[in-house]
């Protein structure tokens, strides 16, 4: 398969591989031949104009239905402005200073047309796209005979495409590579294994996915570029697990008569079954000589910290230490007061009135004074602390651990893969892996449908909680709906209760502190031009996945909208803010009496995302939630309906009815289940890219594959992947294959599938 890892350069020439290169990554013919068309058109079938969206680069089939030249009022110029259509809706092409055109864009003509959906008037339009009439009659003044007759009783590939390489030069350039390279192509599948499922020769397969004449000819493509995908990502997987496998671990059995024990005789309720089960499951793997790498998947308010305390407790009844890695202070303290509280007397090991069997908590975070850090420090060093809890100051060189035997990561979406890496290379040995997540992101989603993590699930909530209602408030639509959630806050605060006002930005930036306002701002202190805020704190950065309009208000802040609520609808009430960039103390202090019914409303931003634990706190409402993704609204509806009474969650935005926006907040209030959520989420923002660093959907190596509606092909590679590597783990009688998997992992990939 080496010609496939030709240059470019040498197909297309220098100019068109630079092009190729720089705006689509695509650098060798045998990225060209797997850069697959994302649709296909097919003569007289016209593309859906009226699904188009702004700043999406495109590439429609459509006829052209009016053309009028307009010449400038006072100076000289013109403006062609070509209507073409589908039949239902219109688009506007508009040239200037470009009259020729009219001579072969003519009404009734057919043709593909690429550019960049802006938005003139309110109306959709492309401006200077380029194009490729497909009718014959046309004249020919752009070739368009030749594409016609390429395309000619075929369906017309569509492929992801740029402003300076339109679908159809990507078309030829694959045109090119079908004629000279595919007898190069190799067959990674074995053969075996190919002829028993009735799949297509890698070239043939390749040839029909570019350049396929009917619907039956793309699928049996699809299916045989579908196996590719998921056998040669599960070899790369069972590799790694029969790698893992070997690895040495300190088996961490459960020792009778211990820490464990004593806390499980103190506590003051019964574990739910689930919690007994996922136990016993994480159990087993501690005790194995191999690393345990196990997801927790548990619904918010599920009860995974005490699950995870009981690992922990089980890991320092052996002798070593166990991590608690958390992604904010404000959870790190949270947790640390919540551990140190369910221990009592077994928290103060060595300390006046501490338990036989205690041990020391140490809490470990970027702003804590000099004395108290380093003498955390030394309780991590010598081994007194059988329990570290922290921030990201846990990976920092200094910190050393005398033997570290287990890490729990919280909300694992918030950690890089280097960074917990870090942590377990702290270890003398690679210590064991609980990952704790109530909606797993989707790389985490695509990962547990292909075997590599192992999943405990936590779907029962301890009684006495309670559910939780969740509604979207069309703010523009309706203007009512949102006057009325704000006297629902104000009856729960009546009832005795609590609440949380959620903001996507902070709002103490300069410009705001010197009264700066946008259009759509909220008075003073309420928007910053252009709606940045300081990329500070990362964990308060949401997830803007709702740009459905080209023209947004700057996102509401904390800062303002405290102000507005505190002389306006919530006037009287106690209303105090939360954010990241508050001081340390300030921050602990108002948690403290948030927490103690000191205060009302707490107007915060994400950092009380997750852990933070108000049982009397019974309402929520989110700000321009479509700015924020299905897993952090999630995570946001769990910090209420804790306690014993409903708690109510509501989604607040202005998308309208319709928007991918506001179908994804609808789609949230409609289930608690965090699993059917990351399903939403993966179906959004695609898989991430599986072998890699990117943690969302914006780059994928998944290109035919779909882990939602391929599950049943991923288990069947599984399977097929785990007898080859177990009779061959080298792939010496495989050399396509290794080939191809070599080509799937890149160094960077290699390096991430190395680190797990």
């Known amino acids: 398969m080496a010609a496939l890892d030709e240059p470019l350069t040498k197909l297309v020439g220098d100019r068109t591989a630079k092009v190729l290169a720089d705006s689509l990554k695509l650098r060798t013919v045998g990225d060209l031949l797997h850069h697959y068309p994302r649709r296909y058109a097919e003569r007289g079938q016209l593309t859906s104009l009226d699904e188009?969206?702004?700043?999406?680069?495109?590439?429609?089939?459509?006829?052209?239905?009016?053309?009028?030249?307009?010449?400038?009022?006072?100076?000289?110029?013109?403006?062609?402005?070509?209507?073409?259509?589908?039949?239902?809706?219109?688009?506007?092409?508009?040239?200037?200073?470009?009259?020729?055109?009219?001579?072969?864009?003519?009404?009734?003509?057919?043709?593909?047309?690429?550019?960049?959906?802006?938005?003139?008037?309110?109306?959709?339009?492309?401006?200077?796209?380029?194009?490729?009439?497909?009718?014959?009659?046309?004249?020919?003044?752009?070739?368009?005979?030749?594409?016609?007759?390429?395309?000619?009783g075929r369906m017309i590939p569509v492929y992801p495409a740029s402003s300076q390489m339109p679908s159809w030069k990507l078309s030829l350039a694959v045109e090119m590579a079908l004629t000279t390279h595919l007898g190069a192509v190799g067959e990674p599948l074995p053969e075996a294994l190919r002829a028993e499922r009735g799949l297509l020769p890698l070239p043939e397969a390749l040839e029909l996915i570019h350049r396929p004449r009917d619907q039956a000819e793309l699928e049996r493509a699809r299916d045989r570029l579908r196996w590719d995908e998921a056998f040669v990502l599960q070899v790369a997987l069972a590799?790694?697990?029969?790698?893992?496998?070997?690895?040495?671990?300190?088996?961490?059995?459960?020792?009778?008569?211990?820490?464990?024990?004593?806390?499980?005789?103190?506590?003051?309720?019964?574990?739910?079954?689930?919690?007994?089960?996922?136990?016993?499951?994480?159990?087993?793997?501690?005790?194995?000589?191999?690393?345990?790498?196990?997801?927790?998947?548990?619904?918010?308010?599920?009860?995974?910290?005490?699950?995870?305390?009981?690992?922990?407790?089980?890991?320092?009844?052996?002798?070593?230490?166990?991590?608690?890695?958390?992604?904010?202070?404000?959870?790190?303290?949270?947790?640390?007061?919540?551990?140190?509280?369910?221990?009592?007397?077994?928290?103060?090991?060595?300390?006046?009135?501490?338990?036989?069997?205690?041990?020391?908590?140490?809490?470990?975070t970027g702003s804590m004074g000099a004395a108290g850090r380093r003498q955390n420090l030394l309780d991590m060093a010598c081994g007194d602390a059988?329990?570290?809890?922290?921030?990201?100051?846990?990976?920092?060189?200094?910190?050393?651990?005398?033997?570290?035997?287990?890490?729990?990561?919280?909300?694992?979406?918030?950690?890089?893969?280097?960074?917990?890496?870090?942590?377990?290379?702290?270890?003398?040995?690679?210590?064991?892996?609980?990952?704790?997540?109530?909606?797993?992101?989707?790389?985490?989603?695509?990962?547990?449908?292909?075997?590599?993590?192992?999943?405990?699930?936590?779907?029962?909530?301890?009684?006495?909680?309670?559910?939780?209602?969740?509604?979207?408030?069309?703010?523009?639509?309706?203007?009512?709906?949102?006057?009325?959630?704000?006297?629902?806050?104000?009856?729960?605060?009546?009832?005795?209760?609590?609440?949380?006002?959620?903001?996507?930005?902070?709002?103490?930036?300069?410009?705001?502190?010197?009264?700066?306002?946008?259009?759509?701002?909220?008075?003073?202190?309420?928007?910053?031009?252009?709606?940045?805020?300081?990329?500070?704190?990362?964990?308060?950065?949401?997830?803007?996945?709702?740009?459905?309009?080209?023209?947004?208000?700057?996102?509401?802040?904390?800062?303002?909208?405290?102000?507005?609520?505190?002389?306006?609808?919530?006037a009287g009430l106690r209303v105090e803010i939360l954010h990241g960039r508050l001081a340390p103390e300030a921050k602990d202090d108002v948690m403290r009496r948030f927490s103690a019914g000191q205060v009302d409303v707490l107007v915060a931003t994400t950092v009380i995302e997750v852990g933070v634990n108000v049982p009397n706190a019974t309402a929520m409402v989110i700000m321009d939630a479509d700015r924020f993704g299905v897993s952090q609204l999630h995570q946001l509806r769990g910090r209420v309906g804790r306690g014993s009474a409903p708690g109510l969650c509501l989604l607040v935005s202005e998308m309208p009815a319709g928007s991918a926006a506001r179908a994804r907040l609808e789609a949230v209030a409609a289930t608690l289940d965090g699993f059917a959520l990351s399903r939403i989420d993966l179906e959004q923002r695609r898989e991430g890219d599986v072998l890699g660093q990117a943690q969302s959907g914006v780059k994928s190596s998944l290109k035919v594959l779909s882990v939602l509606e391929d599950e049943d092909v991923i288990a069947e590679a599984r399977a097929e992947a785990a007898a080859l590597v177990a009779v061959d783990p080298e792939l010496a009688d495989h050399q396509d294959l290794r080939a191809a998997l070599a080509g799937l992992l890149d160094e960077d990939r290699a390096a991430y599938l190395d680190k797990g």
């Open 52 to 152: 188009l969206e702004a700043d999406e680069h495109v590439t429609v089939l459509a006829r052209i239905e009016k053309v009028t030249l307009i010449p400038f009022r006072g100076r000289k110029g013109d403006r062609l402005e070509v209507v073409v259509t589908d039949g239902r809706g219109r688009l506007s092409l508009v040239f200037f200073n470009q009259g020729w055109r009219q001579k072969e864009l003519k009404p009734g003509l057919q043709g593909l047309f690429a550019g960049k959906v802006g938005v003139f008037n309110r109306s959709r339009q492309l401006a200077s796209p380029d194009y490729q009439l497909l009718d014959e009659s046309a004249g020919d003044p752009t070739g368009a005979d030749d594409t016609a007759r390429q395309f000619a």
């Open 239 to 364: 590799q790694r697990r029969a790698a893992a496998h070997a690895l040495p671990a300190v088996p961490r059995p459960v020792r009778p008569g211990g820490l464990l024990d004593a806390f499980d005789a103190e506590l003051p309720f019964t574990l739910t079954a689930g919690q007994q089960a996922v136990g016993a499951e994480i159990f087993a793997d501690l005790a194995t000589e191999h690393p345990m790498h196990r997801l927790l998947q548990g619904e918010v308010g599920s009860g995974k910290t005490l699950v995870a305390l009981r690992a922990m407790l089980a890991v320092v009844d052996t002798g070593g230490q166990a991590v608690l890695l958390a992604p904010t202070e404000v959870l790190a303290q949270q947790h640390h007061r919540s551990i140190v509280e369910m221990m009592g007397a077994l928290a103060q090991g060595g300390m006046l009135g501490g338990a036989e069997h205690g041990t020391k908590v140490a809490l470990l």
């Open 386 to 570: 059988g329990i570290a809890i922290g921030t990201h100051a846990l990976i920092e060189d200094k910190v050393q651990f005398q033997d570290l035997g287990l890490v729990v990561v919280d909300e694992q979406h918030r950690f890089g893969v280097e960074q917990r890496d870090a942590l377990r290379a702290k270890g003398g040995r690679p210590p064991h892996l609980l990952v704790m997540t109530a909606t797993p992101i989707p790389r985490t989603v695509a990962m547990t449908v292909f075997g590599d993590l192992e999943t405990s699930v936590l779907d029962q909530l301890p009684a006495g909680r309670s559910p939780i209602s969740s509604h979207v408030v069309p703010a523009l639509e309706k203007p009512n709906f949102l006057a009325r959630a704000w006297e629902r806050i104000r009856e729960e605060v009546g009832k005795g209760h609590q609440a949380y006002v959620v903001c996507p930005r902070i709002g103490d930036e300069p410009e705001e502190a010197k009264g700066g306002q946008s259009e759509g701002g909220q008075g003073k202190g309420g928007q910053n031009k252009g709606g940045q805020k300081k990329r500070k704190a990362a964990a308060e950065e949401p997830v803007d996945l709702g740009a459905d309009s080209e023209e947004r208000r700057p996102p509401l802040s904390v800062v303002g909208t405290a102000e507005l609520l505190a002389q306006g609808p919530l």
